[in-house]
């Protein structure tokens, strides 16, 4: 207001100047005040909209599930695992939780299934962050830049590695921990994880989880 009032009068009013000081203090009070309120109901509906998109009753869920139902229970266990784990090292558990059942969205899709699966997700207006965890799907085209990346990759991958030998009969004696263990490591070693972000004690922590995991 100050400024247009110069512009109009070529003059400076100490009235003006004060009235439009106050006007910015209401403005930023107000502001405040209302953010408290705002941010939370947002964030809220952030939630809500991750939570939606994992329901049995939303339609790409009820795809997969008519897909195979194998893969189905395959997401539902990651998703579950991944949501416990990102708990436990203080990650967006949300995030994790849908990024974990759709982490093989591509592969539902077919080739090139990294590209595939981005389209699928963006054709459901998946939130950004869950896209990009798609997009790096085991590293393959890109990067884990984040620790939530990371930990999706951790889980589908052990859970993989399980499921497949206890399909396989001739696997009669196994060990969890020394899988487990074999398997993060020798990912670890590899250096998938240096880009992610992901600290060595939330590494050990989500590793020491999956080990003591009684439902794998």
Same mark, same amino acid.
């Given at each position: 207001?100050?400024?247009?009032?110069?512009?109009?009068?070529?003059?400076?009013?100490?009235?003006?100047?004060?009235?439009? %000081?106050? /006007?910015?203090?209401?403005?930023?009070? @107000?502001?405040? *005040?209302? #953010?408290? &309120?705002?941010?939370? =109901?947002?964030?809220?509906?952030?939630?809500?909209?991750?939570?939606?998109?994992?329901?049995?009753?939303?339609?790409?869920?009820?795809?997969?599930?008519?897909?195979?139902?194998?893969?189905?229970?395959?997401?539902?266990?990651?998703?579950?695992?991944?949501?416990?784990?990102?708990?436990?090292?203080?990650?967006?558990?949300?995030?994790?939780?849908?990024?974990?059942?759709?982490?093989?969205?591509?592969?539902?899709?077919?080739?090139?299934?990294?590209?595939?699966?981005?389209?699928? %997700?963006? /054709?459901?207006?998946?939130?950004?962050? @869950?896209?990009? *965890?798609? #997009?790096? &799907?085991?590293?393959? =085209?890109?990067?884990?830049?984040?620790?939530?990346?990371?930990?999706?990759?951790?889980?589908?991958?052990?859970?993989?590695?399980?499921?497949?030998?206890?399909?396989?009969?001739?696997?009669?004696?196994?060990?969890?921990?020394?899988?487990?263990?074999?398997?993060?490591?020798?990912?670890?070693?590899?250096?998938?994880?240096?880009?992610?972000?992901?600290?060595?004690?939330?590494?050990?922590?989500?590793?020491?989880?999956?080990?003591?995991?009684?439902?794998?």
């Amino acid at each position: 207001p100050s400024l247009f009032y110069y512009w109009n009068s070529k003059e400076m009013d100490g009235f003006v100047i004060l009235k439009s %000081a106050i /006007d910015g203090v209401i403005t930023i009070v @107000v502001a405040v *005040i209302c #953010s408290r &309120y705002i941010v939370p =109901e947002t964030q809220n509906e952030i939630e809500n909209v991750y939570y939606d998109i994992v329901s049995d009753d939303y339609s790409l869920v009820k795809e997969v599930r008519a897909y195979s139902e194998q893969e189905y229970k395959h997401a539902k266990k990651v998703s579950g695992i991944c949501a416990k784990c990102a708990a436990i090292a203080n990650l967006d558990v949300t995030l994790c939780l849908v990024s974990g059942f759709y982490y093989r969205l591509g592969k539902w899709q077919g080739e090139p299934h990294i590209y595939n699966g981005i389209v699928k %997700a963006k /054709d459901y207006c998946f939130p950004e962050k @869950v896209i990009d *965890i798609l #997009s790096e &799907y085991y590293g393959e =085209e890109k990067d884990l830049s984040t620790p939530e990346s990371a930990l999706v990759q951790m889980v589908d991958a052990v859970m993989i590695k399980l499921e497949y030998l206890k399909d396989d009969v001739s696997n009669s004696q196994w060990n969890n921990e020394i899988i487990v263990y074999q398997i993060l490591n020798e990912y670890s070693s590899k250096g998938l994880y240096d880009k992610s972000g992901l600290s060595m004690n939330q590494f050990l922590k989500i590793r020491e989880y999956l080990v003591k995991e009684e439902s794998l």
